[in-house]
């Protein structure tokens, strides 16, 4: 393998020739072999890197300070980054000290190298394009990492909105198909009153729906950024109008409308719009979890237990028990949900342990978070085709279970009472005999008196009836 000799503090070191990072690079993947899940997994953060670099050599080729030919050697290589191209020459993990700083060396040395090839010099050449003096002109770490954080952040809520927004729809096509299944109701797994599988099904596009809404308004925290704030806020070494036309071109890059924080100080060292967006894909992950629990107890059996609606078979469920089918799509789920509740406690306990004017552990809350949003938006993907769009219901159990099921005498509370209907349902339960014919009996109220208050279109919404 041929090197070259590349140079940093600590001395010399040889890099491979062929690779377009450099001897930041190499001293941080010898330092953090930690997850094995290099940063060019992430491909929306490798994209948002691109794209402030590219903001940065646009604002300070207006400003001035940078060489058009070396500007434009930096734009075309951003341009390439970000359209896919060199993403495997991000190699340092995911996880790693110096709050980000591996990172940004790995983007500024990729993106130096690669532009010193299009001006026709090798790589390493840094005399003619530098990383830190060039590509990283007007920057530091603490500016350029979160605000890649922040963007690679909100591009991914996007694409789990999408997702969550297909399994909402695909919940409310079967609330829509099972409107007219009346169903008993249930709380704390006893009967309650009787209800449509339609309501039950639209309950959980609602709660998508309400989550959707949450999910954007804590993904669009993201777009406030830092660059300008270089170390610690202040904006040392840079432009006084570097901030301004930083912003300004990478609103024009990444597509949306990006805004400088206020205090630059406080939002470079301030996590809590993370500690937000986390604690919103928690939100989902609960909800979700919950959802796919009911999803399990209603197909419960397909005999001994509740056999309400049937899930679709993806896989036999056991090596023992022949012809055993398991809801195995609900289980990943959950199990989804479980990872993302644990990643919201490492993104909060990483929050809180920032000190003074930066936080050091972002690289975990970066982990942590595209993590979370990525695992949800598979989530969702595989609950939407896999399950929900294939269930299907056994109308005759749900019948059944409403004719036999005790929780009819809260229909005739208004009118026997409670005392009466108490006695009424304490005998049914000893007896097995049903609400409506001890009610007979008892000579509480008459046939024709019964099928108006237990018809099954009244008993699933607000009525007074008098009797």
């Known amino acids: 393998m041929t090197t070259r000799i590349e140079h940093d503090l600590l001395g010399d070191r040889e890099v491979p020739a062929d690779v377009y990072w450099g001897v930041h690079t190499l001293r941080a993947v010898e330092n953090f072999p930690i997850t094995g899940q290099t940063i060019a997994g992430y491909g929306d953060l490798i994209r948002a890197l691109a794209c402030i670099k590219q903001a940065a050599a646009q604002a300070n080729r207006d400003l001035g300070l940078l060489p058009a030919p070396i500007a434009q050697a930096i734009i075309a290589a ?246 055993k089918v398991n809801p195995v799509i609900p289980e990943v789920v959950s199990q989804v949900a479980y990872e993302v509740i644990g990643n919201d406690v490492t993104i909060t306990m990483a929050a809180e342990a920032g000190q003074l004017q930066l936080n050091a552990f972002e690289p975990v809350i970066a982990y942590s978070l595209f993590r979370s949003m990525g695992h949800l938006a598979a989530a969702c993907a595989t609950l939407t085709d896999n399950c929900v769009k294939g269930i299907t219901a056994n109308r005759e159990r749900l019948h059944a279970s409403v004719e036999n099921s005790i929780g009819l005498v809260t229909a005739l509370n208004p009118i026997i009472g409670y005392a009466a209907a108490t006695n009424v349902a304490a005998q049914a339960h000893a007896t097995g005999g049903s609400v409506a014919d001890i009610v007979l009996e008892q000579g509480l109220l008459s046939r024709e008196q019964l099928d108006l208050l237990l018809k099954p279109e009244e008993l699933t919404r607000p009525r007074w009836v008098t009797v």
């Not at 060199?86 to 980000?100: K, P, R, S, T």
């Not at 919940?171 to 169903?183: G, P, Q």
Request: hydrophobic share 40%; net charge negative.
């Open 78 to 323: 951003c341009e390439e980054i970000r359209a896919g191209r060199w993403h495997e020459q991000f190699v340092v993990d995911a996880i790693q000290g110096g709050a980000g700083t591996s990172t940004n060396m790995n983007a500024n040395e990729v993106i130096a190298n690669r532009a010193l090839e299009l001006m026709g010099h090798a790589k390493g050449e840094y005399q003619h394009l530098h990383p830190n003096e060039h590509v990283n002109l007007c920057q530091s770490t603490n500016d350029v990492y979160p605000t890649a954080l922040r963007l690679a952040a909100f591009w991914g809520a996007n694409k789990l909105l999408t997702r969550m927004a297909a399994l909402r729809e695909a919940f409310a096509v079967k609330a829509d198909e099972f409107k007219d299944y009346l169903k008993m109701g249930r709380t704390q797994l006893q009967d309650a009153v009787p209800m449509t599988l339609g309501q039950e099904f639209m309950t959980y596009a609602v709660m998508l729906q309400e989550d959707e809404q949450r999910l954007m308004e804590a993904s669009a925290l993201m777009l406030e950024n830092n660059l300008g704030a270089t170390a610690i806020g202040t904006g040392i070494t840079a432009h006084p109008d570097y901030a301004r036309l930083a912003c300004l071109h990478l609103s024009e890059l990444s597509g949306h409308t990006l805004l400088t924080a206020p205090n630059l100080i406080e939002a470079t060292q301030d996590c809590g719009a993370f500690v937000q967006l986390s604690g919103v894909l928690k939100r989902i992950a609960v909800k979700l979890s919950k959802t796919c629990n009911d999803l399990r107890l209603l197909s419960s059996g397909p005999r001994a237990g509740f056999g309400e609606i049937n899930l679709p078979a993806r896989q036999a469920g056991s090596s023992i028990m022949p012809g």
